[in-house]
């Protein structure tokens, strides 16, 4: 409020300070009243705050009237201003701000009109009285707290409202002094009255879980407080087609995960299977023995472990020239040949050693190492009849 004409400041602080310098010294006999030292009043309505004062002695006037009446607010966190004052028959005052009684009168209380939540505060009043010179003062003070009712508050819903799902309903008003309390109702024709812990009364949180066809309705909260309430509401409308699409599509993504980790375990067994018979094959090929291609019909092994005889159909042929097909090739006799021991030394050669006629993948010089006897095989023309 901005403070209206009036005295000095330096007059005001005088008197506050007269004031107490004669209720210390004892010779004042002015007595202030003030009506309750706190007062609740409505926003938008209008309040009085009561004072007056009294006088306990004879006075030399007749009626001693005050010269000074002066109203001061005090808000917390504010420096205090002046709202009213009234000095030697002339008012000046705040709009709205207003004194009940016509001046002079013992009875100053202050009136307000239209109040606004910003009135609220401590007011402090002054008064002055002089009686032939002897001056009288007095002080007095009281708390006026206006009161907000609340606001019209605001609904929502928050969530998907399908069956099974849960939800929040929230109800929040702008402004109420004191604080709102909340309550949630459903409306006809299902009434039902809800509680905490579903409903959270401070912050005005309805919490619905494991919603039903049934829940479905007009959701309704009301926000109060000691001097007002105010009311909205929410249509809730609890559905099933979103909850089928979803069961299916998770079904449909299980199926899909399924498939994929069985294709890359398949994926991941044949995989070690191939690695597996290549090192079984090199296992093999290094473990399995080699045997010699011994002819059933002509090899003879005597018992004591030594080969007597071996006797092939191929004949020895020469180290150099060819035969003409269909001739016979004399075949010399082995056994005419002097053949190494086995147990004689043998002797380096210095040219070359010529390739040897083989049987059976055995190379000649192999079986005079095994004490094999050379026999002469009579020749086979091509219809297979001896010569």
């Known amino acids: ?26 010779e ?38 005050a010269s000074y009446v002066l109203w001061f607010l005090d808000q917390s ?36 009109v239209q109040l606004q939540e910003q009135d609220s505060g401590h007011y402090r009043c002054s008064v002055n009285v002089q009686d032939q010179g002897t001056p009288m003062s007095g002080v007095g003070s009281l708390e006026l707290d206006v009161l907000v009712s609340p606001a019209a508050p605001s609904c929502h819903l928050h969530g998907v409202p399908r069956i099974g799902a849960n939800v929040t309903l929230t109800c929040l008003t702008p402004r109420s002094k004191p604080a709102a309390q909340y309550r949630w109702e459903r409306l006809p024709p299902r009434v039902q009255f809800f ?12 919490f619905l879980t494991n919603l039903s066809a049934s829940m479905s309705g007009v959701y ?25 699409a979803v069961v299916a599509g998770a079904v449909a993504v299980t199926l899909l ?10 994926l991941y067994c044949h995989r070690e299977k191939m690695q597996e018979e290549p090192a079984n094959d090199i296992k093999e090929d290094a473990v399995a023995p080699r045997t010699l291609p011994w002819p059933k019909s002509s090899d003879t092994i005597s018992k004591n472990g030594t080969l007597s005889s071996v006797t092939s159909a ?22 005419s040949q002097a053949l190494p021991s086995p147990g004689l030394p043998r002797t380096n050669r210095t040219h070359p050693p010529t390739a040897s006629p083989t049987l059976g993948g055995v190379s000649s010089s192999a079986l005079s190492r095994m004490g094999a006897v050379p026999v002469m095989v009579p020749a086979q023309n091509q219809a297979g009849s001896l010569v």
């Open 1 to 26: 409020m901005v403070p209206p004409p009036g005295p000095p400041w330096s007059l005001q602080l005088f008197l506050l300070g007269m004031t107490t310098f004669v209720s210390v010294s004892g």
């Open 28 to 65: 004042a006999q002015l007595e202030f009243h003030v009506g309750s030292p706190r007062v609740e009043a409505v926003e938008g309505a209008e309040v009085v705050l009561p004072a007056w004062y009294t006088l306990n002695r004879m006075m030399s006037s007749p009626k001693p009237e």
């Open 77 to 112: 966190g504010k420096e205090m201003v002046q709202v009213l004052s009234y000095i030697e028959g002339r008012l000046l005052s705040e709009p709205r701000i207003s004194l009940v009684h016509t001046m002079p009168s013992r009875n100053v209380s202050l009136k307000l």
């Open 195 to 206: 509680f905490s812990p579903a409903v959270d009364s401070t912050r005005g949180s309805l």
């Open 220 to 244: 309704v909260c009301r926000a109060s407080n000691k001097v007002g309430s105010a009311q909205c509401n929410v249509t809730l409308e609890v559905t099933s087609g979103p909850k089928a």
């Open 257 to 266: 995960v399924l498939v994929v980790l069985a294709a890359l375990v398949l």
């Open 314 to 335: 191929r004949a020895l042929r020469p180290s150099h020239g060819s035969t003409r097909p269909g001739a016979l090739t004399p075949t010399p006799s082995l056994s």
